[in-house]
């Protein structure tokens, strides 16, 4: 007997009918030089231009509107090194709730000033040496608040698939599909979208290098564990795979690439060079695979998701400068 999928074609698409209006439709771009460079037909979904400068909103603003009139007057607690908290921020704003976030010590300050910007209250905490969803949920539990995670939740998951559902409803059917991988909300969610849609299509993962936590786990069958990754890509330092969305990972995603910190800032480059678009270095990993040529035959037709794009002038230009300069 086969069980049911925690999340489906249906509720991914049912999180793009209450996003309608509130979530922006995310632009696709294409590039002749990419192309040439890749050897194939590139098209970039570009959430580095959703509210809040990433796919985040999608799955923070699905979970939220989804609580009851009694949760959402208490309040929203989460915990996030970025992204997650400045989407729940601004999705309990936009619900007439408030957010309590726990963040790292070391989050960018962009970031944090962002998430409270929006209104939520910032508790910090150390990414090494503490266990953040135990710290989340000890949040939660002291001041009465419903808890979203930023992947771990079947709502979340079904919102930041709408990037996928939206970009194949915009370009057709593609060949392959290319996500970053941090937790695993956004490739669980594209690749249900995906492969609901295009059950032949090719998934493929991007990670950090020094933060291979789901291409280890995949290869094992099981969720494994790696020391806090030390990355530029701070949206992707996870240790483990997330329990909900390995399973989906496990059954959809076909491969898992790494990439390098310098092969990131390379796309990072790449892209405002050419594309004349700013992303973050999470944002830029899965088209930093396909410059690095970390991909084995590349199909004809490759959708690329850019994550996002929050990052702040000056670590921008440290980053993007030339190597020979750093």
Request: charged share 25%; aromatic share 4%.
């Amino acid at each position: 007997m086969t069980s049911t999928p925690l999340v489906t074609l249906d509720d991914v698409r049912d999180a793009a009918a209450r996003l309608k209006g509130v979530a922006h439709r995310t632009p696709v771009l294409r590039s002749r030089t990419l192309d040439a460079r890749v050897g194939a037909e590139v098209h970039l979904k570009c959430e580095n231009f959703q509210r809040i400068g990433a796919f985040k909103f999608r799955g923070a603003y699905n979970a939220v509107s989804r609580l009851t009139p009694e949760q959402l007057a208490k309040g929203i607690a989460s915990f996030s090194s970025g992204n997650h908290a400045q989407a729940i921020a601004l999705a309990a704003r936009e619900t007439g709730s408030s957010a309590v976030i726990l963040m790292p010590e070391d989050t960018p300050r962009s970031k944090r000033e962002a998430a409270e910007g929006y209104g939520a209250e910032v508790v910090t905490y150390d990414r090494y040496s503490g266990d953040r969803t135990a710290l989340g949920q000890e949040l939660a539990a002291d001041r009465g608040l419903t808890l979203i995670p930023p992947y771990d939740h079947p709502d979340v998951i079904a919102g930041q698939g709408t990037a996928a559902l939206e970009l194949l409803e915009d370009v057709g059917a593609l060949d392959a599909l290319v996500a970053p991988v941090g937790g695993g909300g956004l490739i669980a969610g594209s690749s249900t979208a995906a492969k609901g849609l295009h059950p032949d299509i090719r998934v493929i993962g991007v990670e950090p290098e020094v933060g291979d936590d789901t291409k280890r786990s995949l290869e094992a069958g099981r969720r494994v564990s790696v020391p806090v990754p030390r990355t530029i890509a701070d949206g992707q330092a996870i240790e483990t795979p997330g329990e909900l969305t390995f399973p989906i990972n496990q059954r959809l995603v076909d491969e898992v690439v790494l990439v390098s910190d310098d092969e990131i800032r390379a796309a990072m480059r790449f892209a405002f060079e050419r594309l004349k678009i700013v992303v973050e270095p999470s944002g830029a990993t899965a088209l930093a695979a396909l410059l690095a040529g970390r991909l084995t035959d590349v199909p004809p037709r490759v959708g690329v998701i850019v994550s996002g794009g929050n990052i702040n002038t000056h670590r921008f230009a440290e980053l993007c400068a030339d190597p020979a300069e750093r």
